[in-house]
């Protein structure tokens, strides 16, 4: 018994080897550091880290995507090498993010065109009589009762209560669709047919009096309303004059579909909506590199394919290139198509475009980083050089894979001919190579919501083209996880720490906390309740990105107090609803299990 009692000990040891006595406390760090005062703000900010406890500090900073452009002030990053150099001298461990393949503003400035873009497949124009330009010919055949002019027709098939027409207020004829005070869901909808692979255009105009709640619009396959090809938001809180709105989509492979208007959950005060309308676009944020083509061809012989330069003009969109910062709506008027003297497109002549565009994310207006085409590599490469001289040697890198709301669209990642998940994958492995090379030596994080079932790691995950599951098979052990699942925390903490049958590998993780939930002191104690008994949790992070600094003591008191809990917790593990047994305890326990039968056969006595 005593040496069963001895192996036991030693199961818990197993569990408890990777847990450090006090935890990594880290926190985010918003700078921008433009003059003297923002530097002395930062360093100030650091000091009362230290002062708290913390350990590690994660920038936020823009020049960390600019600092490898020519167009980026030197002085920048001279203050942000000071501003490094003084928490690094103050014993914070520093954390730099590179290459944000979510969201990817920032870094496109590089080059707009670096973008991921969906592609439109057969988009219909026709020569003008003149014969010196292109025509988009509309083959969306319109909203019914777009003004709600015709009472209730064509939009109530929700059947929600909070819905009803008002023949008092309108944008534009006698009546508009109103939410008033609604308890629950309040959506208009109309059932529509698109043609596959096209751009559109939706336009609508809102008015509101002493709004709150949660507005938007989205466009759902009929077939699945998992496939989202709109989902976005109608500012409406508070009380707005009639305020229009414009949003592009792609049908991506719909050929039918519903659009919703109005309130998800319930509502306080008053929301009008008036003049839906959607039309087929194109050309709005069209890319042009080598992953995305554009192809001009006849309609009746899609073999002739026209020249670009020869038979039409070359095709852009100004604003891609007028701009390092092109996305800054969700729609505007595309530019013409003109032909030049001596093109062979003759008046009346119909011809089809197929191209790639950039789809900016509504609400944010967040693009997305194409993950294979060799400029965004190349980039990458210049990039993680230019962060090496401003990073002390040692200290560790953020791969900045969050969010990635669009993927596998372009035809540089098409032409793997990999799922999604397996993309990411692919893009994971030869960031890890760059950065091997690179900062040899350094510590690797990466955010957890794209490698995690619990939360973006999923089939029709906003839209991204193809199944996101998977993603996680490859990601090294030596990779540590910023957890920021909160909502799913205790399943998701237990999913990298290798708990579940589909994924063994055992990771380090951060907790990523706060969230600018108010009280810093409770977060950080519900998420190491969260964290009970699952193995290899290494600390928390203070996590804002509103720069509310304000709980930053209250989280790091609570995650230090409460840390002992954690470690005690490791003695005693229990199982977790959704989650298997850690590995490490099965294999302890077996042996256990052996050394009491072998002991209880007599073999073991001496």
Same mark, same amino acid.
């Given at each position: 018994?005593?040496?069963?009692? !001895?192996?036991?000990?030693?199961?818990?040891?197993?569990?408890?080897?990777?847990?450090?006595?006090?935890?990594?406390?880290?926190? =985010?760090?918003?700078?921008?550091?433009? %003059?003297?005062?923002?530097?002395?703000?930062?360093?100030?900010?650091?000091?009362?880290?230290?002062?708290?406890?913390?350990?590690?500090?994660?920038?936020?900073?823009?020049?960390? &995507?600019?600092?490898?452009?020519?167009? =980026?002030?030197?002085?920048?990053?001279?203050?942000?090498?000071?501003?490094?150099?003084?928490?690094?001298?103050?014993? #914070?461990?520093?954390?730099?993010?590179?290459?944000?393949?979510?969201?990817?503003?920032?870094?496109?400035?590089?080059?707009? %065109?670096?973008?991921? *873009?969906?592609?439109?497949?057969?988009?219909?124009?026709?020569?003008?009589?003149?014969?010196?330009?292109?025509?988009?010919?509309? &083959?969306?055949?319109?909203?019914?009762?777009?003004?709600?002019?015709?009472?209730?027709?064509?939009?109530?098939?929700?059947?929600?209560?909070?819905?009803?027409?008002?023949?008092?207020?309108?944008?534009?004829?006698?009546?508009?669709?109103? !939410?008033?005070?609604?308890?629950?869901?309040?959506?208009?909808?109309?059932?529509?047919?698109? $043609?596959?692979?096209?751009?559109?255009?939706?336009?609508?105009?809102?008015?509101?009096?002493?709004?709150?709640?949660?507005?938007?619009?989205?466009?759902?396959?009929?077939?699945?309303?998992?496939?989202?090809?709109?989902?976005?938001?109608?500012?409406?809180?508070?009380?707005?004059?009639?305020?229009?709105?414009?949003?592009?989509?792609?049908?991506?492979?719909? +050929?039918?579909?519903?659009?919703?208007?109005?309130?998800?959950?319930?509502?306080?005060?008053?929301?009008?909506?008036?003049?839906?309308?959607?039309?087929?676009?194109?050309?709005?944020?069209?890319?042009?590199?080598? @992953?995305?083509?554009?192809?001009?061809? /006849?309609?009746?012989?899609?073999?002739?394919?026209?020249?670009?330069?020869? /038979?039409?003009?070359?095709?852009?969109?100004?604003?891609?290139?007028?701009?390092?910062?092109?996305?800054?709506?969700?729609?505007?008027?595309?530019?013409?198509?003109?032909?030049?003297?001596?093109? &062979?497109?003759?008046? @009346?002549? $119909?011809?089809? !475009?197929?191209?790639?565009?950039?789809?900016?994310?509504?609400?944010?207006?967040?693009?997305?980083?194409?993950?294979?085409?060799?400029?965004?590599?190349?980039?990458?490469?210049?990039?993680?050089?230019?962060?090496?001289?401003?990073?002390?040697?040692?200290?560790?890198?953020?791969?900045?894979?969050?969010? !990635?709301?669009?993927?596998?669209?372009?035809?540089?990642?098409?032409?793997?001919?990999?799922?999604?998940?397996?993309?990411?994958?692919?893009?994971? @492995?030869?960031?890890?190579? +760059?950065?091997? $090379?690179?900062?040899?030596?350094?510590?690797?994080?990466? =955010? &957890?919501?794209?490698?995690?079932?619990?939360? %973006?790691?999923?089939?029709?995950?906003?839209?991204?083209?193809?199944?996101?599951?998977?993603?996680?098979?490859?990601?090294?052990?030596?990779?540590?996880? #910023? %957890?920021?699942?909160?909502?799913?925390?205790?399943?998701?903490? *237990?999913?990298?720490?290798?708990?579940?049958?589909?994924?063994?590998?055992?990771?380090?993780?951060?907790?990523? @906390?706060?969230?600018?939930?108010?009280?810093?002191?409770?977060?950080?104690?519900?998420?190491?309740?969260?964290?009970?008994?699952?193995?290899?949790?290494?600390?928390?992070?203070?996590? +804002?990105?509103?720069?509310?600094?304000?709980?930053?003591?209250?989280?790091?008191?609570?995650?230090?107090?409460?840390?002992?809990?954690?470690?005690?917790?490791?003695?005693?593990?229990?199982?977790?609803?959704?989650?298997?047994?850690?590995?490490?305890?099965?294999?302890?326990?077996?042996?256990?299990?052996?050394?009491?039968?072998?002991?209880?056969?007599?073999?073991?006595?001496?």
């Amino acid at each position: 018994m005593r040496r069963l009692v !001895i192996v036991l000990f030693l199961a818990v040891r197993v569990l408890c080897a990777d847990a450090p006595a006090a935890p990594e406390l880290w926190y =985010w760090h918003h700078s921008y550091l433009a %003059n003297e005062k923002a530097v002395a703000s930062s360093e100030a900010l650091i000091d009362r880290a230290i002062a708290a406890g913390y350990t590690g500090v994660a920038f936020w900073d823009s020049s960390f &995507s600019f600092m490898s452009d020519s167009f =980026w002030p030197a002085e920048n990053v001279a203050r942000l090498r000071k501003v490094i150099d003084y928490a690094a001298s103050k014993g #914070l461990q520093i954390m730099a993010p590179v290459a944000p393949f979510g969201f990817a503003n920032d870094a496109l400035q590089a080059n707009p %065109n670096l973008a991921e *873009a969906q592609r439109i497949i057969g988009a219909h124009f026709q020569v003008d009589p003149a014969g010196r330009r292109l025509r988009l010919i509309n &083959s969306f055949r319109g909203l019914s009762n777009p003004g709600f002019e015709s009472g209730d027709a064509d939009w109530f098939s929700t059947h929600d209560t909070g819905i009803a027409i008002d023949t008092a207020i309108a944008h534009s004829g006698h009546a508009s669709g109103v !939410i008033r005070s609604a308890r629950g869901n309040a959506r208009f909808r109309q059932e529509m047919a698109v $043609t596959p692979w096209r751009q559109y255009h939706l336009r609508l105009f809102f008015k509101s009096e002493s709004f709150r709640g949660l507005a938007q619009l989205g466009v759902l396959d009929e077939g699945s309303a998992a496939k989202e090809r709109l989902n976005a938001p109608i500012p409406a809180s508070g009380t707005h004059d009639w305020t229009q709105l414009d949003f592009t989509f792609n049908s991506q492979d719909s +050929t039918r579909a519903w659009l919703y208007a109005g309130v998800w959950g319930g509502n306080s005060g008053t929301l009008w909506l008036d003049d839906i309308q959607i039309e087929e676009t194109a050309l709005v944020y069209v890319a042009r590199r080598d @992953g995305t083509p554009v192809r001009l061809y /006849d309609t009746r012989t899609p073999q002739t394919v026209f020249r670009e330069g020869v /038979d039409y003009d070359t095709i852009t969109d100004p604003r891609m290139t007028s701009t390092r910062t092109p996305f800054t709506d969700l729609y505007h008027e595309p530019a013409p198509i003109t032909l030049p003297a001596g093109t &062979s497109l003759r008046p @009346g002549q $119909t011809v089809a !475009i197929d191209f790639y565009a950039v789809f900016p994310i509504p609400g944010l207006v967040q693009v997305a980083m194409c993950l294979t085409d060799r400029g965004v590599l190349e980039w990458q490469r210049r990039n993680a050089e230019a962060v090496r001289e401003v990073l002390p040697r040692g200290h560790a890198i953020l791969m900045q894979y969050d969010e !990635i709301r669009q993927m596998n669209s372009c035809a540089s990642c098409r032409a793997k001919r990999l799922s999604a998940g397996e993309l990411l994958d692919w893009s994971l @492995g030869e960031s890890i190579r +760059t950065y091997d $090379t690179v900062f040899p030596g350094a510590k690797l994080y990466v =955010w &957890s919501d794209m490698f995690d079932p619990y939360h %973006n790691a999923r089939d029709h995950y906003y839209y991204v083209e193809g199944d996101l599951t998977g993603s996680w098979e490859k990601v090294p052990a030596n990779v540590t996880i #910023l %957890n920021w699942n909160l909502d799913h925390l205790q399943e998701s903490l *237990a999913w990298f720490a290798g708990q579940d049958p589909r994924q063994r590998v055992a990771h380090s993780q951060i907790i990523a @906390g706060y969230y600018d939930k108010g009280d810093g002191g409770r977060a950080a104690r519900t998420e190491l309740a969260e964290a009970a008994g699952i193995r290899g949790i290494a600390g928390l992070m203070y996590t +804002t990105w509103s720069d509310d600094y304000s709980q930053m003591e209250s989280f790091a008191v609570a995650a230090k107090a409460g840390w002992r809990a954690y470690l005690t917790s490791l003695s005693r593990p229990t199982l977790v609803a959704s989650r298997a047994l850690p590995a490490a305890l099965l294999a302890a326990l077996g042996a256990a299990i052996a050394a009491f039968v072998w002991m209880r056969s007599g073999r073991g006595a001496r």
